[in-house]
């Protein structure tokens, strides 16, 4: 027979954030991916881009992204709201990635300091990755 704690006597704790941040980030995902799949679409019809193009850019809306494409005119989406959404799905992306790796190396980890190293590791990992695309995003 299996107890239950009702929810008034469980508590918020870390765990409980981190399951709603792994939900919460996956649906920030698709909104990002919604608002470059409209920008993409607007472009293509006023650019008569291709499919791939249109794709290219609704997955990473940066216009150095889709520079070497047969696009005639790429200064109107080069302003600082497509930046703004690139830098967004970027940094959720790779958060959401690294606490899926954390979560998959707890069940294989059994020591207490092997967990930390890879935490460790992990948050090294996000922030250099997350300064990385910052910088390629803001600075190309």
């Known amino acids: ?67 070497s494409t047969n696009i005639p005119d790429i200064a109107p989406w080069a302003n600082a709201f497509w930046r703004l959404v690139a830098s967004g799905f970027l940094l959720v992306a790779s958060a959401h990635g690294v606490h899926g790796l954390v979560v998959i190396a707890d069940d294989y980890l059994v020591k207490p300091l092997q967990r930390n190293v890879v935490r460790l590791l992990s948050i090294v990992m996000l922030v250099s990755i997350g300064l990385i695309g910052l910088y390629v995003i803001w600075t190309a």
């Open 1 to 67: 027979m299996k107890r239950t704690l009702p929810i008034s006597k469980r508590g918020l704790n870390f765990e409980t954030i981190m399951w709603f941040f792994t939900r919460l980030s996956a649906l920030a995902m698709y909104g990002f991916i919604i608002i470059g799949m409209i920008g993409a679409l607007v472009m293509g019809a006023r650019m008569n881009m291709n499919f791939a193009d249109v794709m290219r850019w609704a997955f990473m809306s940066n216009s150095t992204h889709v520079q």
